[in-house]
């Protein structure tokens, strides 16, 4: 059979029952459809917990002092509560070899006032490296210095909520500067006003106060207490993160006296780690979804087979004429699968479309960037060909064995 006589044979054969086939590639649309479009949410989403956690650092290695482990039937301190990091340790991180920056952190939460407005939020006493070390970008201003810190200056660096908050929503980030700001009781003077990095599922970035770290020490602790809350670190490069965890966690074991590391007074958070236990747990979600979406490839490759199953039953004469004529076995078999691969394809390529619409419609609305990949495209459209092969192979066989006889004499 040539195939140019195969594609008109096809289109004849489909088009015969308009209704009956366009209900039937509806089946592969929704399931080609939904595969793309919880795909491309999925890989979205995955990439936006990503730059999430990447937003708070570059190649960030967190250290907060105590662990949170039970002792007996007592509870022990808690990460972060305990006192157990100073600037001695902060001074010594520094020479581990590819630690590219450290900054100390002294943080509370305290009320904040200006204009005759209040407001409650994190105070966090920093370092002049802890800009480059969490990605803090300036919208307006400076960055605390190391001078300020040393000289104990009544500095402040506020978030674009602060502003909102102690200034009016109407303020803008320019007018911020040089204003006073009250923090229990000692007045500080704005010198700058952070980038808006927004709120995510580490806290609001946005809706932070940075003051010099010696300052926060001296007028904060209280009774000289120079215990820090944490210790941020930068590795040089992603791939020396490891190591310098590893040479930081046996430094401050030998510092701090501790033989045993189950027993350490501190722990250690690595961004990459992180990063790799929060792509791994969305991976495994969006595979999950595209499996309970190719369900539905499966109840419409059924729909398939059912209708080339009652295709033949109609045509059982015509199969008889043509093989009395002359056609062959492997003619029928293939007239009756081109006609099951184009319905899928047909259904494929609608399906690529309403997906790749979908997902332009979800990144529309602000609800999650999709991402739509080639990949994901090309898995499509070989599920759609598999699909039309697998449930088109049994009634297509069905029809090409029939006996012609048989065939001629059906009712």
Avoid: C
Avoid at 29 to 44: D, E, H, P, T
Avoid at 154 to 183: E, H, Y
Avoid at 378 to 402: D, E, H, K, N, T
């Amino acid at each position: 059979m040539r195939t140019r006589d195969l594609i008109d044979e096809t289109y004849v054969a489909l088009s015969t029952n308009k209704a009956r086939s366009g209900l039937t590639v509806l089946g592969i649309v929704i399931g080609i459809a939904s595969v793309i479009a919880l795909v491309a949410i999925g890989q979205g989403a995955q990439s936006s917990v990503q730059a999430s956690i990447e937003s708070i650092g570059s190649n960030l290695i967190e250290i907060l002092p105590g662990a949170a482990r039970q002792i007996g039937f007592g509870a022990s301190g808690g990460r972060g509560t305990a006192r157990s990091l100073t600037l001695d340790d902060e001074r010594a991180i520094a020479q581990v070899a590819n630690v590219g920056a450290v900054s100390g952190e002294y943080s509370g939460r305290y009320q904040i006032a200006a204009s005759g407005a209040n407001t409650n939020t994190s105070v966090d006493g920093v370092d002049a490296s802890y800009a480059a070390i969490r990605n803090t970008a300036m919208d307006q201003g400076s960055f605390i210095t190391d001078s300020q810190s040393v000289s104990l200056a009544k500095v402040a660096v506020i978030g674009p909520t602060v502003v909102s908050d102690l200034f009016g929503p109407d303020t803008s980030t320019a007018n911020a500067i040089g204003q006073r700001i009250r923090i229990n009781d000692l007045q500080f003077t704005v010198i700058g006003v952070t980038r808006s990095k927004g709120s995510s599922g580490f806290g609001n970035q946005d809706d932070v106060v940075y003051i010099p770290l010696g300052t926060a020490l001296q007028y904060f602790a209280g009774n000289g207490n120079h215990f820090l809350s944490g210790i941020d670190i930068q590795a040089t490069n992603q791939t020396s993160m490891t190591q310098v965890q590893n040479d930081v966690a046996a430094l401050l074991l030998a510092r701090h006296g501790v033989n045993d590391p189950t027993k350490a007074d501190f722990s250690i958070l690595n961004q990459a780690d992180i990063v790799s236990a929060a792509s791994s747990v969305t991976q495994t979600f969006t595979i999950l979804l595209a499996a309970v979406a190719g369900i539905s490839l499966i109840v419409g490759g059924i729909g398939i087979m059912n209708m080339m199953l009652t295709t033949v039953t109609e045509r059982m004469r015509e199969i008889g004429l043509r093989k009395a004529i002359g056609a062959t076995g492997g003619d029928i078999n293939t007239q009756f699968l081109a006609e099951a691969i184009a319905l899928t394809f047909v259904g494929g390529g609608i399906g690529v479309a309403l997906g790749w619409g979908i997902s332009f419609v979800v990144t529309l609305i602000g609800l999650v960037v999709a991402q739509v990949t080639f990949s994901s495209i090309f898995l499509a459209f070989g599920v759609s060909a598999a699909i039309g092969i697998i449930f088109g192979w049994y009634p297509a066989r069905r029809a090409a064995s029939q006996n012609p006889i048989d065939a001629l004499r059906y009712e």
